[in-house]
């Protein structure tokens, strides 16, 4: 990937950060931990869908359930990592974040407040009609 598509993402997950830290101000005060950890969840949620995605081109259902555990265990780490990391990139980053986007039009920042609901629902859509894949 080029510099300019991995500033782009980090400029989402900027921007969903901001957004989620904004609703949870009064609670979270500073910390903006509820952010830090939706923005794990969710990429966390984004790398088991597209590492399952490919698991089901090139395995049947039967043959994946014998690491199920393993997944979880993986899963589970991975998040933990994603939330140190967020951590460590977002721990002052809030009032930066702002000051980028507090003069947002209206209509955008109804917008992008929209997709913003949007991007944190669809990874746990996909993970479920993922899981639902190849029950039968």
């Known amino acids: 990937m080029t510099k300019k598509?991995?500033?782009?993402?980090f400029d989402i997950f900027d921007y969903i950060f901001y957004r989620i830290a904004e609703v949870y101000f009064k609670w979270?005060?500073?910390?903006?931990?509820?952010?830090?950890?939706?923005v794990a969840m969710?990429?966390?949620?984004i790398i088991s869908d597209i590492t399952g995605f490919i698991l089901q081109l090139f395995y049947k259902?039967?043959?994946?359930?014998?690491?199920?555990?393993?997944?979880?265990?993986?899963?589970?780490?991975l998040f933990l990592l994603l939330c140190f990391l967020n951590y460590l990139r977002y721990k002052s980053a809030y009032n930066d974040l702002k000051t980028r986007w507090i003069n947002?039009?209206?209509?955008?920042?109804?917008?992008?407040?929209?997709?913003?609901?949007?991007?944190?629902?669809?990874p746990w859509i996909a993970l479920i009609v993922l899981g639902r894949t190849g029950l039968k």
Do not use: Y
């Not at 969710?42 to 949620?45: D, G, H, V, Y």
């Not at 259902?61 to 780490?77: D, L, P």
């Open 61 to 77: 259902r039967a043959e994946t359930m014998q690491f199920v555990k393993t997944a979880k265990i993986i899963g589970g780490s």
């Open 28 to 38: 979270d005060e500073n910390s903006a931990s509820t952010a830090i950890i939706a």
């Open 5 to 9: 598509v991995i500033k782009k993402i």
């Open 42 to 45: 969710l990429q966390t949620l």
């Open 104 to 122: 947002e039009p209206i209509q955008r920042r109804k917008m992008l407040g929209k997709l913003t609901i949007i991007a944190l629902i669809i």
